[in-house]
């Protein structure tokens, strides 16, 4: 996989956690993926995904910067968006953010087998 396709199959992934479209998701991550070191398989994984969105109706994975070398991806996404309540332990309550999160994933057979997230919680608590 060259290091274009790769980055065109992270693109597919990120326009379907933003379309919701979790019928899909099996396309682009493996049914064994990992999550900062810990195995949550696909439904684990999707059933993360689907209480970030009910936690922030208004998420949006916006790419802000995308490294390829395959068979890893290093992302640094942006987000901009309206959580409900508490949101890694801190009192959002419906406040608008502005957030970013770094983060490495490693394919195998062209979908995401691993994830290594840090996300910019002290952004957040400034906000707050």
């Avoid at 070191?37 to 109706?57: K, S």
Wanted: with cysteine; charged share 30%.
């Amino acid at each position: 996989m060259t290091p274009d396709e790769l980055r065109e199959i992270y693109r597919g992934y990120i326009d379907c956690l933003n379309r919701q479209d979790w019928d899909r998701l099996g396309m682009f991550v493996d049914d064994a993926v990992e999550y900062n070191g810990t195995p949550v398989g696909l439904t684990g994984y999707r059933g993360m995904l689907e209480g970030d969105f009910r936690a922030i109706p208004d998420l949006h994975f916006g790419i802000e910067l995308l490294i390829s070398d395959p068979p890893r991806i290093a992302s640094r996404l942006h987000f901009d968006c309206t959580p409900r309540g508490m949101l890694f332990d801190l009192p959002v309550n419906g406040k608008r953010i502005k957030f970013e999160e770094n983060v490495f994933y490693e394919f195998s057979a062209r979908r995401v087998r691993k994830v290594w997230s840090i996300i910019d919680k002290a952004a957040i608590a400034q906000q707050v």
